[in-house]
């Protein structure tokens, strides 16, 4: 068995190397481990540990291939509580490199070391050593030029020691680790108690202040981590992080089911960011099918996607999701500025936040100066904002008039009513005190400070909340046609309606043959009146066969479901009444997730009192 594995597959890079020898010293039970790299460990890997070490009888053992100290009998492979088992990666080093092992066992009066060039050993010889192991390698792939040829630039191998010695951190805050490059020092990482420390030195207090803590147990299993916040969204999955009995390990379908807990949170193509970690006694995994068990079996896969999906879904049921601005712009800062979405957030976020304060800042103009002085200027801004003209360009500040002074001062050129009174006004008549900016986002007073809603996100998650709810109890409202609408499609379109006639029933839209392609429609979703019936089905068309082509698309059903709460809700840049203001606000506590559309974008934006008096410089 151990003969499948051959030296090559073990001993990759620099990083393969700095990755098994700080497994043996986690599995030697070290406290402390410094690790030292020369050139991105193409000249050297040394790693020092505290931990038992090794006496001098056993090193010739530990450097000789298929013989690990503790394998008893192939049975033990499948019980492997500790990181090493093969007995294969310090022979697998050694056979490509200068290698050196100095170890002292507590008990030992004095250490003894090992030299090993190109697989040949020298005798072990005593030396001088502190308790605990160290191990050098120097000139990996000296004598396979064609793996080092391989190899890519120093700071390339570099980086992936870096993530190696940060993932095996992150698995155990309490060991103390350090890492040097050319003598420099990268990190220096005292042992502590809480996860939390060690991700907010690798990745920035920030990102650690808004992480969310999960916890479940399901029989023997326990789960057990942080992850981001939605808005901590990433362009890749690399910031995910799995580990499984301290060990860091890739799992596809684990990958799954988080990105499905974040469905609807976060935009399609962007990632959660996690630090997850299971515990499960090892009869109940099987780490021995990945030459560097990165990737690994579970005995119930399917239990820990639930266990995983669940844990995620209830917590996120319970969490306060609403997206927060803080005054030092930490939504650019959190996201990757190479990133075109993140940077449009960002600037959306600003470009929001500037808004605000002008239309603050406009608000005590207006009500400080005489309002005929401001009368020349507003009607070119009210027809500004009429045309859409009064977004800035990128890059550029908003010089105009804030849009809702504009909006209140344009009545007032033309009808000589008092400025600003038409918006005070109507602010007076919704019962919430929320004011409509854009005919897009609304404006409300919250107990934090200021909320802005995007009032079609908002619309959207209710109707999809309450349709979803609606469709899973079997109680859609539909409304027959008086004349049944017949609807010409392709043979492929009107052969995937077919097929699901019965799910198109549960959403309440009931269609039925019609010879040829067509396809007649007797009754549709009272929740959709404003649509026609014949563009519903189409858009629903578009989805079926999309869906038919990805089989892993889990629901499709929310996905019909999605686009048609789309599709019904207010749209950006209609003009609501301040009932319809009132309605809207009233129902938002109705929606399970009212801080994000289905879409994933947020729904509202809060505006902290602190922030706007920092603004200000109030404080
Ligand atoms: P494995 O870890 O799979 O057993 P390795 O080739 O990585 O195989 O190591 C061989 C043996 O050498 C280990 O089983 C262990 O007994 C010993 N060993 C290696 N590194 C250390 C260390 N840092 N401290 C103590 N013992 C070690
Ligand atoms: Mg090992």
Known sequence: MVNKIAAGEVVERPASVVKELLENSLDAGATRIDVSIEQGGLELVRVVDNGGGISPDELPLAVASHATSKLVDADDLFRVRTLGFRGEALASIAEVSRFLVRSRTAEAQAGAELEVVAGKPSPVAPCGSPPGTTIEVRNLFFNTPVRRKFLRATQTEMGHVSEIVTRLALAHPRVHFTLRHNNRQLHDLPPTEQLLDRIGVFFGRELAAELIWLESRDGEVRLSGYVGHPNQNRPNNRMQYLFLNGRSIRDRALGHALGEAYRGLILTGRFPVSFLSFEMPPELVDVNVHPTKLEVRFQDGGRLYSQLLGTLRTKFLKTDLTHKLDPAGAAGSLSDPADPAAAHDAERAAQLRSELVDWAKGQVGAWRSDPATEAPAAPIAARQTEFGLSRPAP?????????????????????????????????????????????????????????????????????????????????????????????????????????????????????????????????????????????????????????????????????????MSCKAAIKAGDRLAPEEIDALLEQRHLAHDAHHCPHGRPTALVFTREELDRQFKRI
């Open 395 to 563: 890059g550029q500040r908003p010089l105009e008039l804030s849009p809702l002074v504009a909006r209140a001062a344009a009545p007032s050129a033309i009808d000589a009513a008092p400025s600003a009174a038409p918006v005070v006004a109507q602010a007076a008549k919704t019962s919430t005190g929320a004011l409509q900016i854009h005919n897009r986002y609304l404006v409300a007073e919250s107990e934090e400070g200021v909320v802005v809603i995007d009032q079609h996100a908002l619309h959207e998650r209710i109707l999809y909340e309450h349709f979803r709810a609606k469709t899973l109890a079997g109680a859609v409202e539909s409304q027959s046609l008086l004349v049944p609408e017949p609807v010409d499609l392709s043979g492929p379109e009107a052969a995937v309606v077919l097929e699901h006639q019965e799910l198109l029933a549960r959403l309440g839209l009931k269609v039925e043959p019609f010879g040829g392609d067509t396809i007649l429609i007797s009754s549709y979703p009272a929740m959709m009146s404003a649509s026609s019936p014949a563009e519903l089905l189409r858009s629903l068309v578009e989805i079926l066969l999309a869906g038919g082509r990805a089989p892993e698309r889990r629901d499709l059903l929310d996905e019909l479901l999605h686009m």
